[in-house]
Structures are given as C-alpha cells and as structure tokens.
C-alpha cells in the first residue's frame, strides 16, 4: 500500500528528529539502536518501530480534522510509546538477551522524551493520557505467577490491548473529537490489538504441540482450530461496525488493518 510505505518512510524521519533531541551522543546512539533499530538485545521483534500504530493513530488523527499542527508530535509520541511499552514486556518476560542493565538504563531515556512531546500536545492530551496510564502497566504483570488458562490469557490480551486503544482515543482527543468519538476510537485500536495478537499467536506455534511444554500463554493453547477462526470473525465484524462512523476514506485504509482473508490465510497456516 502506498500511503503505507510512505508513512513507514515519513515515521523513520520523525524518529531521527525526536531522536536529535538527546544532547550526548553515545546516549542517543543507544536510544535509536536498541529502540528504534532490530537488535540482538531485544531479539523478539524483527522490526522496529511498529508502523501499525502511527497508522492507526494518524487515521483516527484525520478522521475528525484536517488541522495537522499537532500531526508529527502526536505520530512521534504514538511510536515512541509503543516502543516504550514493548521494551517494558520484555523486560517483565525475561525477553532480554544480553546487557539487561544497559537495556533498562536507555529505555528510562525514552521517558522524559514521551512526557516532553505528551506537554505538546497541549492540556486535554495530558489529562487524558495520565489519568489512564496508570492501567497500562497491568496487562503486562497479570500473567505472573498464574497458571495459563483459556479465560485469563483473553483476559490478558484484553488489559494488554488498552495501550493501542489509549493511542487510538488520544488521537481523537488531540483532533477535538466528540467523547462518543473518542470511545470508538479506543474501542478500534483495542480491537486491532486482540486481532494482531491471534493472528501472531497462530503464526508462532503452527502446531499445538509446540503449546504443550512450559508456560506457554497463547490462543493455539487454549482455542480448538473453530474458536480461534471464530473469534477472528468476530473481530473483524466489530471493526466493520466501528468504521461506518469514520469517514469513507479514512474507514477503507482502517479496514485494512482487519483484511487477513481467514481462510486462505489458515489453510496456508494448517
């Protein structure tokens, strides 16, 4: 997709401009290589940043004005975060592979950058964002120390999804949406997540024997071939409602985020 491509080209570019902000050098180096760029300490993402969410964002972002001002710091904050919170994951799940220390001191950079661009953003971005975050870190501890279970996994999915919801409802809020509007927006990007989350899940363990040693947390655990279809669906059809509110050309490049044809993409998985 072509308006894909050039925002993944347009991300990377804001990336570099936030990343100047950092005054020592080496520091900064560290920030973009261990956050922003694939790397051996984080070996779980083969990519970096994760473009979906800018995305998801900026859709949200214009589906309710055409004033972009506030469009760069609101795309920078949206990937900065999602990084923020993907380092903090593997942090919690042990996911660091070497140099956790070095790890853990520059992802506490990225901080004070977010709080710098979220005070951009103006006063209604700031009294929306903290007065949720405090929830955001609860998805990511729920699973420890419990054992794996059907019901608790989606219930962890789900407190795991409120971050790209938040992303999603702060877009609106920074746009001056309606506060229905803005719900629908945390109602979409929460959405995406549980969506991607599955399809993921599926594409990791293509065999439930896989599932069957450890702890494993995954939907190929919990869900028979038929109920993670199902779910999938099912998904894909709240999104659909969802997007008649938007505007046509916004809602059809959101639609794409839920556009895995389920049934070619799972014979091909079987």
Not at 69 to 75: G, K, S, W
Not at 112 to 125: E, F, Q, S, T, W
Not at 166 to 172: D, E, H, T, V, Y
Not at 224 to 251: C, F, G, H, M, V
Request: proline share 4%; with cysteine; net charge negative.
């Amino acid at each position: 997709m072509e308006y894909y491509t050039d925002l993944e080209y347009r991300t990377y570019s804001l990336v570099d401009e936030l990343l100047a902000e950092i005054p020592e050098k080496p520091l900064r180096k560290r920030v973009s290589s261990m956050a922003f760029t694939p790397n051996e300490f984080l070996p779980k993402r083969s990519k970096r940043p994760k473009i979906e969410i800018p995305f998801l964002v900026e859709q949200i972002f214009l589906s309710y004005t055409t004033d972009e001002e506030d469009l760069d710091t609101l795309l920078q904050f949206s990937v900065l975060i999602g990084e923020y919170y993907d380092i903090y994951d593997d942090i919690l799940d042990d996911d660091v592979a070497t140099a956790r220390r070095e790890v853990i001191a520059t992802w506490q950079v990225m901080f004070p950058l977010a709080l710098r661009l979220l005070c951009r953003l103006g006063d209604d971005a700031v009294s929306y964002w903290t007065h949720r975050a405090m929830c955001l870190p609860e998805g990511q501890i729920a699973e420890a120390g419990l054992d794996p279970s059907g019901s608790l996994y989606y219930d962890i999915v789900h407190q795991q999804s409120v971050l790209f919801g938040f992303l999603a409802g702060l877009g609106a809020v920074v746009a001056g949406a309606e506060q229905n509007e803005i719900r629908n927006a945390e109602c979409l990007g929460g959405l995406f997540f549980k969506y991607e989350q599955f399809i993921l899940d599926a594409e990791q363990y293509r065999t439930r024997e896989a599932t069957d040693t450890g702890e494993i947390w995954n939907a190929m655990r919990f869900m028979s071939d038929d109920e993670l279809i199902a779910q999938l669906r099912s998904w894909q059809s709240d999104a659909n409602q969802l997007l008649k509110t938007y505007p046509a050309e916004r809602a059809a490049l959101l639609e794409s985020l839920f556009s895995v044809d389920l049934d070619e993409w799972w014979s091909k998985e079987c």
